[in-house]
């Protein structure tokens, strides 16, 4: 199995040093200063501050690798208003300052599989983001959190199931020129091919 390659990033040079002694210890790691090449982005904050969010960004932009490596933020204090700056910035796990080095490497290993780590109380901000989305911005435009609206995503389903434009038309109580429409702007909206490409779509982000 290939070692995750960890980049540490701290203003703290103690803290960066013992860090990253510890982190070569793990058998699943390899620490590099270079973050160009890195599968982790690890850094050490006192408290996330736009400014650091901005340099926490300026360090990904100039490698398509680094712009794909997520960022495991440990930090003392972490303002709720900056979490979705700090997941558009690539953060997917945050941890306090006194979570140990073995965690933060079993933390930084999962989160290249795809995992995040986020606390409880920022789960929450996140989860109150997403109704506020959903209420504000969504609703009103008869839209769900995927990005379809109700009726697309019912078309799809049905369409699923192997059942014919006309079918659709007569479960849904619509014309059939009127399921035709709501396809053919759904697939002009999003760039989809055909009805196979846009139900494949719609499995994919969990729509249906």
């Known amino acids: 199995m290939d070692r995750v390659v960890v980049a540490v990033e701290s203003t703290d040079l103690i803290l960066l040093t013992g860090l990253c002694v510890v982190l070569r210890q793990h058998p699943l790691l390899r620490v590099?200063?270079?973050?160009?090449?890195?599968?982790?982005l690890v850094r050490i904050e006192d408290a996330?501050?736009?400014?650091?969010?901005?340099?926490?960004?300026?360090?990904?932009v100039n490698s398509p690798r680094a712009q794909m490596a997520p960022?495991?933020?440990?930090?003392?204090?972490?303002?709720?208003?900056?979490?979705?700056?700090?997941i558009e910035a690539g953060v997917v796990a945050v941890v306090p300052r006194t979570t140990s080095a073995n965690e933060i490497a079993q933390i930084s290993v999962e989160i290249t599989n795809g995992s995040a780590h986020l606390t409880p109380r920022l789960q929450r901000v996140l989860l109150?983001?997403?109704d506020r989305i959903r209420s504000d911005i969504l609703a009103p435009n008869n839209l769900t959190i995927t990005g379809?609206?109700?009726?697309?995503?019912?078309?799809?389903?049905?369409?699923?199931?192997?059942?014919?434009?006309?079918?659709v038309a007569q479960r849904m109580r619509?014309?059939?020129?009127?399921?035709?429409?709501?396809?053919?702007?759904?697939?002009?909206?999003?760039?989809?091919?055909?009805?196979?490409?846009?139900?494949?779509?719609?499995i994919k982000i969990g729509a249906i």
Do not use: W
């Open 32 to 40: 590099t200063a270079d973050v160009t090449e890195a599968d982790v």
């Open 48 to 60: 996330l501050t736009e400014a650091s969010l901005a340099t926490m960004q300026k360090a990904r």
């Open 71 to 86: 960022y495991l933020l440990i930090t003392k204090s972490f303002p709720p208003p900056l979490l979705l700056p700090a």
């Open 128 to 130: 109150s983001h997403f």
């Open 148 to 167: 379809l609206s109700h009726r697309e995503r019912d078309v799809l389903t049905l369409i699923s199931q192997g059942l014919e434009t006309a079918e």
């Open 174 to 202: 619509y014309s059939e020129r009127t399921v035709k429409n709501i396809l053919h702007k759904l697939m002009t909206r999003l760039e989809l091919q055909n009805r196979a490409h846009a139900v494949a779509y719609a």
